[in-house]
């Protein structure tokens, strides 16, 4: 009989009305009500990590969790943990780095309609979530409205419809169908041991271009922050006439600051070599994120500047592959 952890940690998922509108509220014994799987006998047990809407999710709660994962992991075959929707890419991206070495599977879940509700996703979400912990393999997988996604590709795109998250520049692991699960490629499980590293530094800032930006907003950033991750237009392109933003960036490299180059656009990555507007950048110590999205891009630095300051050390981390999170064309 398969052993399973349930961390919950709050959401919607586990929301009751209040005069505030909905709040997590759920106890261990009602949310463990609604894990009971028909197809198969399974040991599940339940914790309460805390109550939170995940919009008030922070570092700190992703190392908890990571901490829990790991205290208990030689005790449990596979982890289930509920979490708000809001933020739940970033915790699962978070933990794919934090939990280096898995060979069990770590679900995330949740829903948008709280379980308790008559018509709701959440008991189908569970359903699945239950039937793929009980799949032999490795790693941290978002499981939603049928959909198996790796846990560095997840992104939230609805706010209201059931199927809210799409894995962004890689393929579905999987999706499930009651008890039946169509694979559309399997990750290959950790050679190494497992062993947490839930180091992080989160003095860290995701700043979005536009045009017209003041190029002294940057001089706050050099202030206050080892690293920002600047999502620029198209495939890299930062501005440099009119409101020249490249010397406040040269400032940024030249006080030690790891600047990591992103896009605004979703899907297909960056090739920032292509134009101008995208070379001219790269004549400083900039790092680029390839077709890494943002939900993943934020813990990987943060995890990154949480074990180095040494900016060879950081450009070779976060330019490389780690648990799926970037191509290997993208590769530095």
């Not at 047990?45 to 992991?73: F, G, V």
């Not at 393929?171 to 990750?187: E, F, N």
């Not at 180091?199 to 536009?210: E, M, P, Y």
């Not at 202030?223 to 999502?231: A, N």
Request: hydrophobic residues 40%; charged residues 20%.
């Amino acid at each position: 009989m398969k052993k399973i952890l349930l961390l919950a940690t709050g959401g919607t998922i586990a929301s009751v009305t209040s005069d505030d509108g909905l709040v997590p509220g759920l106890s261990a014994e009602e949310l463990l009500h609604y894990f009971q799987y028909d197809q198969s006998p399974l040991d599940v047990t339940c914790q309460i990590l805390m109550n939170r809407d995940s919009t008030n999710m922070q570092p700190e709660n992703w190392i908890q969790i990571a901490d829990a994962i790991s205290k208990h992991y030689n005790k449990f075959d596979s982890f289930i943990v509920t979490h708000g929707t809001d933020t739940l890419a970033f915790t699962a991206a978070a933990l794919s780095y934090m939990l280096q070495g898995l060979d069990k599977p770590v679900i995330l879940t949740g829903s948008q309609v709280p379980i308790s509700f008559k018509k709701t996703d959440a008991k189908k979400n569970v359903q699945d979530a239950l039937r793929f912990s009980q799949e032999n393999i490795g790693g941290v997988f978002v499981v939603f409205d049928g959909r198996v996604i790796i846990g560095t590709r997840a992104v939230k795109m609805r706010t209201k419809s059931y199927d809210a998250f799409e894995s962004i520049n890689h393929p579905y692991v999987a999706t499930i169908d009651g008890s039946s699960i169509k694979y559309y490629w399997t990750p290959e499980k950790s050679k190494e041991a497992f062993h947490p590293e839930t180091n992080l530094c989160t003095d860290i800032f995701v700043l979005k271009l536009f045009p017209g930006m003041n190029p002294n907003i940057f001089d706050f950033i050099k202030e206050h922050y080892k690293g920002v991750i600047i999502e620029s237009f198209g495939n890299g392109g930062v501005p440099f006439e009119g409101r020249n933003l490249l010397p406040k960036i040269k400032e940024l490299t030249e006080a030690g600051i790891v600047v990591l180059i992103s896009t605004q656009c979703l899907e297909e990555g960056q090739d920032i070599y292509l134009y101008e507007v995208g070379r001219k950048v790269t004549n400083y110590n900039i790092l680029v994120s390839g077709d890494m999205n943002t939900e993943a891009s934020v813990p990987k630095l943060m995890w990154t500047l949480g074990q180095t300051d040494d900016f060879k050390k950081v450009k070779e981390i976060i330019e490389k592959p780690i648990c799926w999170d970037l191509s290997p064309d993208w590769e530095g």
